[in-house]
């Protein structure tokens, strides 16, 4: 998949309120059976706090502050900002919600890559080259200023590099606006119950995570370090690398 937006057809909610979980093909890029590496509610940054944003907290580590090199991207589904979804994060890393073998009939759910994608945006469909997937809030306000650069850096990789860009709750008024004002050309999804960015601990603004292909976190940058510089310096040494001589 390119940074463009993709074709996508079928799909309809559930009865959950989460991203549609109609069966359809799994993306052709999800290395295998993965899980859940993120766990916590840590919403306390240095742009954007947990108070401004509504979030609970915990004592978990935030993403960004300790190495994660090597470690797989969480799996998720979330609605296409430019879409018409208006439905929570689906972030089912497999098919059952027990540990059961079999799984109970009513324990049974579509993993976040498995769902039908028409109007979603799922993050292994982003997995065939690398990725840098940015994180944001629509508030404060300086928040989303940090967003223009780095989007910007899209048009200079063109198709060697995905670029996705996640809202993190929000009202979807102020997503989209946002998004029509600032002239976006990249994929944005809206993690509208901040599931998504519960499970991957985000904290700061901005928090810009870089992978390999295949979705293997190869470094994140948060606050400062989030520079454009610093975002294009990391995917220029990335696609340096000979293919499958990244170090994890």
């Not at 009513?106 to 979603?120: F, L, S």
């Not at 993050?123 to 989007?151: E, H, K, M, N």
């Not at 990789?157 to 050309?185: K, Q, Y």
Request: with cysteine.
């Amino acid at each position: 998949m390119s940074a463009g937006r993709p074709d996508r057809s079928g799909g309809a909610e559930d009865d959950s309120g989460a991203v549609p979980s109609a069966p359809s093909p799994p993306s052709p890029f999800r290395p295998g059976a993965r899980y859940s590496l993120f766990v916590g509610l840590a919403f306390v940054g240095i742009i954007a706090v947990a108070a401004v944003n509504g979030f609970n907290t915990d004592e978990a580590t935030l993403l960004g502050t300790e190495p994660v090199r090597g470690e797989p991207l969480a799996e998720f589904a979330v609605p296409d900002v430019r879409g018409p979804l208006d439905l929570d994060a689906n972030i089912a890393q497999d098919d059952c919600a027990t540990s059961q073998n079999p799984c109970p009939e009513a324990d049974r759910r579509t993993p976040a890559c498995e769902i039908d994608p028409k109007d979603a945006i799922r993050i292994c469909d982003f997995f065939d080259r690398p990725l840098a997937i940015s994180f944001w809030f629509t508030s404060p306000r300086a928040c989303v200023g940090t967003q223009d650069p780095i989007y910007d850096l899209a048009e200079r990789f063109g198709e060697r590099v995905n670029f996705l860009s996640v809202a993190i709750r929000g009202g979807r008024p102020d997503v989209e606006r946002i998004v029509t004002e600032h002239a976006w050309d990249v994929p944005v999804g809206w993690d509208r119950d901040g599931a998504v960015s519960n499970v991957y601990r985000v904290g700061v603004c901005p928090t810009v995570g870089i992978a390999r292909p295949g979705g293997i976190f190869e470094e994140v940058l948060i606050g400062d370090d989030a520079n454009p510089e610093r975002v294009s310096d990391e995917l220029d040494a990335l696609l340096a690398k000979p293919t499958g001589q990244e170090e994890g």
